[in-house]
């Protein structure tokens, strides 16, 4: 027998759990302060998820999925994505879109079961929350081949979960982009759950990011709680991308910090001692602890950012309290280009029901 | 005999099943140790084991097809999609081989598996949680299509699904999952599902409903009586076969009909209960039969699913409608 083909998995890291450097930084990396901006907005992230968390504890908002322990993920991919890339998320992307221009009281009106959480008028191209797992990859193939037909120098890059790549959808997608070298960028959020089903028993690979291999495109681990690291591997693989260089898959491994979604309690499948390590990981005190020591950062910046933090947040959610609530034709808008006229007796019919329910309310 | 919610029934005719008969197998995401995001199979692995509770890979084509394979080769399998809006990609599974697969060998492999997903709107969800898919189930040749509107009635008709010789999509309206409680006698004992219920009796004018819809249509009842009319209401409960015989003997006493229904208007079951009782009960009939659905929308997320779905209000007005038809 002889060795038909061989391969590797690279793991890309710069800071330790501790925010001690583990490798030669990256030149963006060079002056600390250049990442500032990023850490600001890891801060306003979690301070927003709390507040999200909050709200659907009072009633103000429905079902909500934290973002708790992926800050580092959202902030490297939005550092890095130019404004008319395409980006492609799951339901756990608010912190990108935020870096996008979209203003985060969107994510409140998407949880708050309200249709205009997907309007993003500061980033056009981007697609909307998507709830049904890895549907979002193939779609990221198609948005991928519509630049590479134009020979646009754009990117789609596009995210899910550890449980997502279980999908065919998933691996159909990256095939796909393999296949034609599309401009295509997937990010695996692996934070270790799907719901309650750890990533053990979702495959017997040892990484994701080998599924790539199969696919016969690039792949690389990285540490998502590593914003250093994050940045850079997304960063090459844009680039790669950009360049016609071909597509990559990125399994950036975190941990789910929070419960799945609020609806979920994860002390059902999950000890209380493995959660308290993972906390020892986490982003945010990562990124601190390397700015304190480089000097860029000090507990007076911090105490202002939270406060800054704060306000921002409670903007947010004042701007989404002031949304007038949706009237019901909005049921009806927005389904065609043109509604056709067939649908005038439904909407005449809904019109009707309004009329005899405030009738009713007021007799 | 116990009370319990229709979740609970679900869960009991699970263990009932699993117990008396080891080839029952349950499989699905987050069944196992979480016991589903519903709690329909909580226990269940604790009790019988993870072979035989087994969580799967995120995969819904997958969870289906292996369900096939499984029936064929001998098990009873009770698959769980999470939500009836992502058993989309096992429609094909469901379309090409479950309803096919006896047919297709001359009765040689069989397909005695169950798809259990909650369905329909009411519960605040997220977008894509409150999916009335049941009409594209009920086109599919070959399958059962069952949908419980109580405890009792989850309780008989699951353990008859699983007992079934043939593929049964089993849809369980999250909105009465525990909306109240009944008492339930874990008997073992299945109900049939080749018959609709008389859940009312009237003679002015019949009601057809299922799930959650069935307790909009008593209201309306309740509300219709006030007036002098008094509604019949039919719990219809297998939706694929219908039992028409308890629909047209319904409709010939009564001579009038609304059929309700979650699910939207174009192609849905009230359409075809309709078109059915004009074929074969006109001349009975005293006024057109009126469907109340839900619209030719998207399901709208949870601000506007109060608008959306049906409710006694609109039942009452079409009732008024056929009632006064001249
Ligand atoms: C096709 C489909 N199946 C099931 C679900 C229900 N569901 C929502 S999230 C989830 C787990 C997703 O896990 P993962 O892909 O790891 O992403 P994470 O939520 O951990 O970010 C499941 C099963 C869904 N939304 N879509």
Same mark, same amino acid.
């Given at each position: 027998m002889t060795v038909a083909a061989t391969f590797e998995i690279r793991f890309t890291r710069y800071l330790d759990p501790t925010g001690r450097e583990a490798a030669p930084l990256p030149s963006f990396a060079a002056d600390a302060r250049a990442l500032l901006p990023d850490y600001r907005a890891m801060v306003f992230m979690r301070a927003l998820d709390a507040k999200a968390i909050a709200m659907q504890r009072t009633g103000q908002i429905g079902t909500y999925a934290s973002t708790l322990g992926k800050e580092a993920i959202d902030a490297g991919i939005g550092a890095v994505l130019a404004p008319n890339d395409v980006l492609l998320p799951s339901y756990r992307e608010s912190g990108i879109l935020m870096l996008r221009g979209v203003s985060p009281h969107r994510t409140l009106l998407y949880w708050g079961g309200d249709e205009r959480g997907n309007v993003f008028p500061e980033s056009p191209h981007d697609f909307p929350f998507n709830v049904p797992i890895a549907s979002?990859?193939?779609?990221? *193939?198609?948005? &991928?081949? #519509?630049?590479?037909?134009?020979? =646009?120098?754009?990117?789609?890059?596009a995210m899910c979960g550890d449980g997502a790549t279980s999908k065919g959808d998933f691996y159909e997608a990256i095939n796909a982009a393999g296949a034609w070298k599309l401009p295509m960028v997937v990010v695996v959020?692996?934070?270790?759950?799907?719901?309650?089903?750890?990533?053990?028993?979702?495959?017997?690979?040892?990484?994701? *990011?080998?599924? &790539?291999? #199969?696919?016969?495109?690039?792949? =690389?681990?990285?540490?998502?709680?590593?914003?250093?690291?994050?940045?850079?591997?997304?960063g090459r693989a844009v680039e790669l991308a950009r360049t016609g260089r071909g597509p990559t898959l990125l399994e950036a491994l975190t941990y789910r910090l929070s419960d799945h979604t609020t609806a979920d309690d994860a002390t059902r499948y999950r000890s209380a001692d493995e959660l308290k390590e993972?906390?020892?990981?986490?982003?945010?005190?990562?990124?601190?602890?390397?700015?304190?020591?480089?000097?860029a950062w000090s507990p007076t910046d911090e105490q202002a950012l939270a406060k800054d933090a704060q306000m921002h947040v409670q903007k947010m959610v004042q701007a989404y309290l002031d949304t007038p609530p949706p009237g019901s034709e909005q049921m009806f808008e927005h389904l065609y280009a043109r509604l056709p006229r067939q649908y005038q007796s439904q909407v005449a019919e809904l019109t009707q029901q309004e009329e005899r329910d405030v009738e009713h309310h007021a007799g | 005999m116990s009370s319990i919610t229709l979740v609970e029934a679900v869960n009991l005719a699970l263990s009932r099943a699993m117990e008396d008969d080891d080839r029952v197998v349950v499989l699905g995401e987050d069944v196992g140790?979480?016991?589903?995001?519903?709690?329909?199979?909580?226990?269940?692995?604790?009790?019988?084991?993870?072979?035989?509770?087994?969580?799967?890979?995120?995969?819904?084509?997958?969870?289906?097809?292996?369900?096939?394979?499984?029936?064929?080769?001998g098990l009873r399998p009770v698959a769980e999609i999470q939500f009836a809006g992502f058993a989309y990609t096992a429609i094909d599974q469901i379309l090409n081989h479950a309803g096919r697969l006896r047919h297709r060998t001359q009765g040689r492999l069989s397909c005695p598996m169950v798809l259990r997903t909650p369905c329909g709107a009411g519960i605040h969800a997220p977008e894509h949680h409150s999916e009335s898919p049941e009409a594209m189930f009920a086109h599919i040749p070959g399958i059962r299509v069952v949908y419980p509107s109580s405890?009792?009635?989850?309780?008989?008709?699951?353990?008859?699904?699983?007992?079934?010789?043939?593929?049964?999509?089993?849809?369980?309206?999250?909105?009465?999952?525990?909306?109240?409680?009944?008492?339930?006698?874990?008997?073992?004992?299945?109900?049939?599902?080749?018959q609709a219920f008389i859940a009312r009796e009237g003679t002015d004018v019949t009601l057809?409903?299922?799930g959650a819809m069935l307790y909009e249509s008593l209201k309306a009842a309740d509300e219709l009586a006030g007036d002098g009319h008094f509604a019949e209401v039919i719990d219809l409960a297998t939706l694929k076969p219908i039992d028409y015989d308890t629909v047209l003997e319904s409709v010939k006493k009564t001579g009038r009909c609304v059929v309700v229904s979650e699910a939207p208007r174009t192609a849905s079951l009230a359409s075809e209960i309709s078109a059915n009782i004009s074929e074969r009960a006109l001349l009975s009939l005293l006024a057109p039969v009126e469907r109340v659905t839900a619209w030719d929308t998207v399901t709208p997320m949870f601000r506007l699913e109060e608008r959306y779905m049906p409710n006694a209000a609109r039942i009452v007005g079409a009732a008024r409608k056929v009632l006064e038809y001249q």
């Open positions: 979002q990859m193939p779609h990221a *193939a198609g948005v &991928a081949y #519509a630049m590479k037909l134009r020979r =646009e120098p754009r990117v789609a890059l959020v692996n934070n270790q759950y799907a719901i309650s089903v750890p990533r053990r028993m979702q495959s017997a690979a040892q990484t994701l *990011a080998q599924k &790539a291999i #199969a696919a016969g495109i690039a792949c =690389e681990q990285v540490d998502g709680n590593d914003l250093i690291a994050v940045r850079d591997a997304v993972q906390w020892k990981e986490e982003p945010i005190l990562r990124l601190r602890s390397w700015l304190h020591a480089k000097g | 140790i979480n016991g589903g995001v519903f709690r329909a199979t909580a226990g269940l692995q604790q009790r019988f084991g993870a072979e035989r509770v087994a969580d799967t890979p995120l995969a819904e084509g997958l969870i289906a097809g292996m369900a096939v394979g499984m029936a064929a080769e405890p009792a009635k989850a309780y008989g008709l699951l353990l008859a699904s699983i007992a079934d010789p043939d593929p049964v999509v089993f849809l369980e309206p999250s909105r009465l999952y525990r909306r109240f409680k009944e008492e339930v006698e874990d008997d073992g004992e299945p109900l049939p599902v080749d057809v409903a299922w």
